[in-house]
Every structure is written in structure tokens, then in C-alpha cells.
């Protein structure tokens, strides 16, 4: 007896996951055309200058953690506090230890502790001092200006001389600045602006500030 023919194998239908996927894969790689064209397009390499601002919180947070990634390149970093007085922060005793950090705090509190404008204005000036001398050093890598928006926004120091700085400075040099209230004349001057929104803060339900997360 002759052996029945074969059936023909019938082709599976697309299921619901297999166009899921394949509507993913489509829209993946038209992002990544996107995506590989302006990598491409991006051919310049210098030194470039970050502000963060705004109301929320994590300004200094995330300058301290662009600091340890410009370490972990092996870059030499110098850090100027101007404002901040206090010197049990986590960051401090964390940085301070690195051989390629110099540390330098230029204030001596928030300006409703100190009540003396002049006491500020003379703090911030010895701390642009310090932050001059990095600015204009080639062997600095990245220089950090914690809440020189601060100093910035009550006048202590001129705007005109820190922008001189800042376009002075080294080519191959990074800067990062924090602060609330950054003037438009450094947001224009930067290459990147953040803008830090507050949403809640556990301050506001009576948390006190906790050691490795405030300071």
C-alpha cells in the first residue's frame, strides 16, 4: 500500500506578541537612526560648564557625583563650598581622602545664621580666590563651585568677573556650579542648565536633616 501523502505544514499565525515585538523592534531601531546620527554629529571635545539650579534638592548631591566620575577618570578635581560653613558632611570626610581632591570651605553658614553681609561678602571673595587659582590651572580637571549661584544672586561677588573666569579657564576643564537662583547671564554662559523641581520634601513634615542624606 502506497504511503498517504504528506500534509503541508500550515504557517503558524502571528500571535499578539510576535506584532508587540515587532512593532518594539521598529520603533527601537528608527530611535537608535535617531539616535547614532546625533552621536555622530557631536565631534567637538572641550571642557564644559554645568549648572544646577532650581528649588529641589540634590544640586550638590549630583555635583559630588559628577565629582567621583571625573575621579574615577583619573581626573584632579578642586572643590570651593562657598555658603555652607559646616565641615561634618559625608561628602567632605568621603573626598577629602582622595589624593587627587583639594577641598576648600569658604563660608561660615547660610545667610539668615550669619546676619552680617559683610562677613559674607568677605567669605565669598576668599573663596573666589581659591576658585580662581583652579580656574585657571591646566593640570585641574573639574572644578566644583558648590551654591556660588548663592553668592551670585546676593551680589558678594561681581557676575562680570566669575563669567570672565569661567570663559578663561582651561580647555580641556569642566566646572559645575550649584545653587538656587542661578542668574540668566550663567545659564546663557553654560553648556548644560538642570533645573531641580521640589515635589515634597521631609523636611516638610518635621524630618530633621539626616546624616548621609543632607549632609
Known amino acids: 500500500m502506497a504511503d498517504a501523502p504528506e500534509r503541508a505544514l500550515a504557517t503558524p499565525a502571528p500571535t499578539q506578541t510576535d506584532a508587540t515585538e515587532a512593532r518594539h523592534q ?26 544646577h539650579t532650581g528649588p529641589g534638592k540634590g544640586k550638590s548631591t549630583a555635583a ?7 575621579l574615577g577618570h583619573g581626573l584632579r578635581a578642586v572643590v570651593v563650598q562657598f555658603v555652607k560653613g559646616r565641615s561634618d558632611t559625608g561628602e567632605e570626610a568621603f573626598f577629602r581622602r582622595q589624593a587627587n581632591v583639594t577641598w576648600v570651605v569658604s563660608g561660615e553658614g547660610f545667610t539668615w545664621e550669619t546676619q552680617s553681609r559683610a562677613r559674607d561678602v568677605a567669605a565669598a571673595e576668599a573663596g573666589w580666590r581659591a576658585a580662581e587659582t ?15 549661584n548663592i553668592v551670585l544672586k546676593y551680589r558678594y561677588l561681581p557676575l562680570e568677573r566669575v563669567l570672565t573666569a569661567l570663559a578663561n579657564r582651561p580647555a580641556m576643564q569642566h566646572v559645575v556650579i550649584t ?3 542661578a542668574p540668566p547671564e550663567l545659564l546663557a554662559a553654560a553648556d548644560t542648565v538642570t533645573e531641580m523641581r521640589l515635589v515634597k520634601h521631609a523636611f516638610q513634615a518635621g524630618v530633621a536633616a539626616m546624616p548621609g542624606v543632607e549632609f
Open 179 to 181: 545653587g538656587r537662583g
Open 64 to 70: 559630588f557625583g559628577l565629582l567621583a566620575r571625573a
Open 134 to 148: 583652579a580656574l585657571a590651572d591646566p593640570t585641574v580637571g573639574l572644578v566644583v563651585l558648590d551654591e556660588l
Open 26 to 51: 521598529a520603533r527601537m531601531a528608527r530611535k537608535k537612526a535617531v539616535i547614532d546620527q546625533k552621536i555622530a554629529a557631536a565631534k567637538t571635545e572641550r571642557g564644559v560648564v554645568l549648572v
